[in-house]
């Protein structure tokens, strides 16, 4: 058992806050990373100690130096390391070098990563334990020959997907021969230049599933337990606008197979860590396996909301080398785990709805956010006098509120983000308000084209 000193986060924005109050929390010394384009971002003032790093480099490569990273840790005297969520939180080879120094990484191991990071790998890992995944073919295509038989097996409409991808990056959904080709080598080069890594695979493209995942978190010991649900079908172009939890168009008994499925791929390579593993279900309600998240998600907030377990506490503690039925963390079992009432986040961000989205830059005159009775905030990097840069993902602030009834939790999100008063940058909130109070949205019901079908959710 090690009790941690000092915890670099090997990120930066939102997430960044999050970990630090995690640790402060903790009585854990905190130490933060950041970019010149970074140097007045909030994140770095809410560390107790920051370090400039990445001179000359992109600002994005900043972050994901593994070597300058490991050093600045080493000469810091850093105990552990958190990678958050995107930049180096997927990449086995920084958890590797981390331990190398010996230095613990506050996720899976490398191996796992490699393993269930790779969505190939980790579908294969599924059909293993008999857990449903998506029809497809479960290896890279090596050829246009491959890519044209392949999608034939499937049956048009296929999603192209890269192996290694994220973001909704590196995904084409194809509906005829004709434009295989063409999709298929864009969405290769796409992955290419995201992840570094091009291979692509092919599987049936489900019409209007919707998104459920289910959080799970295991020990050192091989202790593992899932932490319920979210719905996370409502999605721009396969990126999560809003999440919720419980999913409330499921039946419990299709629940309680879903998080069953979700721990059986997980108990498959003994799992460490927080983690999430992802499934579509189809519009007879069958559901099925897409991929495994070895990390912490940006919508982590809303299980945390229900079950009133910190997440990223855990993390660490499981880290430090506890049990999960220790008193430090105090998961006795699974039953233990019980879900209280109903949860909704919102990515408020920079993003103007009326341009496609655009990123929004500038200085921000201006920054209210709401609060009150069942809000909690995940801020980035919003103050009045902030600039918001084009460097970075353009997350503001994470609302997510919780209530006893899923229309309280409605009634509470649409109040707190009207409340939010932003000036000099433009963000979604008008949008994500259409949305709250869609009568689909409010019956639990979106799929994941949700978004795209409904044009009135930008008026
Ligand atoms: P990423 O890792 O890029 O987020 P995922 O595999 O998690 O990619 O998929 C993201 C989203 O893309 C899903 O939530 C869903 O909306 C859509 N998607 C992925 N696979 C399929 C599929 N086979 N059929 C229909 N939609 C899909």
């Known amino acids: 058992m090690k009790k941690f000193k000092r915890i670099l986060v090997a990120n930066r924005g939102e997430i960044a806050i999050r970990i630090f109050r ?26 107790d100690e920051s370090y400039l790093i990445g001179k000359g480099k992109s600002p994005v490569d900043v972050y994901l130096n593994i070597n300058e990273i490991i050093k600045v840790a080493l000469k810091k005297g850093v105990d552990a390391i958190h990678p958050g969520y995107g930049f180096l939180s997927e990449n086995p080879e920084f958890a590797k070098k981390c331990v ?10 490398s191996e796992m990563m490699e393993k269930m990071g790779d969505k190939i790998k980790s579908k294969i890992v599924a059909s293993k334990v008999n857990v449903p995944t998506i029809p497809g073919v479960e290896k890279p295509i090596e050829s246009d020959e491959d890519a044209i038989e392949f999608a034939n097996y499937c049956g048009y409409p296929i999603i192209l997907k890269a192996a290694a991808g994220g973001g ?13 080709l063409d999709s298929f080598r864009s969405a290769k080069s796409e992955a290419k230049k995201a992840f570094g890594i091009d291979d692509m695979f092919i599987e049936k493209f489900l019409e209007n599933p919707k998104h459920i995942e289910v959080q799970v978190i295991g020990d050192k010991y091989g202790n593992l337990v899932h932490l319920y649900e979210r719905d996370c079908s409502i999605q721009r172009r396969h990126q999560k606008v809003i999440e ?6 499921l039946s419990v008994e299709k629940r309680n197979e879903i998080c069953a499925d979700a721990l059986k791929i997980a108990n498959a390579v003994n799992y460490k860590s927080a983690g999430t593993v992802e499934f579509l ?3 007879g309600g069958r559901h099925y396996f897409i991929e495994m998240n070895p990390r912490i998600q940006v919508e982590h907030t809303v299980t945390e909301m229900v079950t009133g377990i910190d997440i990223v506490q855990t993390q660490i503690m499981i880290e430090e080398g506890h049990k999960l039925d220790s008193h430090e963390i105090g998961i006795y079992s699974q039953n233990d785990i019980r879900v209280n009432g109903y949860s909704i986040q919102c990515r408020i961000t920079t993003e103007d709805p009326s341009n496609n989205f655009a990123p929004d830059t500038g200085k921000m ?3 209210r956010t709401g609060s009150g009775f069942g809000i909690r905030l995940d801020g980035g990097n919003g103050f009045t006098g902030s600039i918001i840069s084009p460097y970075y993902d353009s997350l503001l602030v994470k609302s997510t509120s919780w209530a006893r009834t899923f229309h309280d939790a409605i009634r509470k999100q649409i109040r707190a983000v009207k409340e939010v008063k932003v000036s000099g940058v433009k963000t ?24 795209s079908s409904n044009k009135e959710l930008f008026d």
């Open 281 to 283: 279900v189809d519009s």
């Open 244 to 249: 919720f939890t419980p999913a409330i168009s």
């Open 428 to 451: 979604n909130t008008a949008f994500l308000i259409n949305v709250l109070n869609h009568p689909i949205f409010q019956k639990g019901l979106c799929d994941t084209n949700f978004i």
């Open 168 to 180: 909704g990056r590196g995904m084409r959904i194809v509906r005829e021969e004709s434009e295989l």
């Open 22 to 47: 995690a640790c402060h929390e903790l009585n854990i010394r905190t130490v933060a990373i950041y970019s010149e384009e970074d140097k007045n971002s909030l994140f770095r003032t809410k560390a």
């Open 100 to 109: 190398e120094a010996g230095i613990a990484f506050i996720g899976p191991t």
């Open 365 to 367: 005159d201006v920054y």
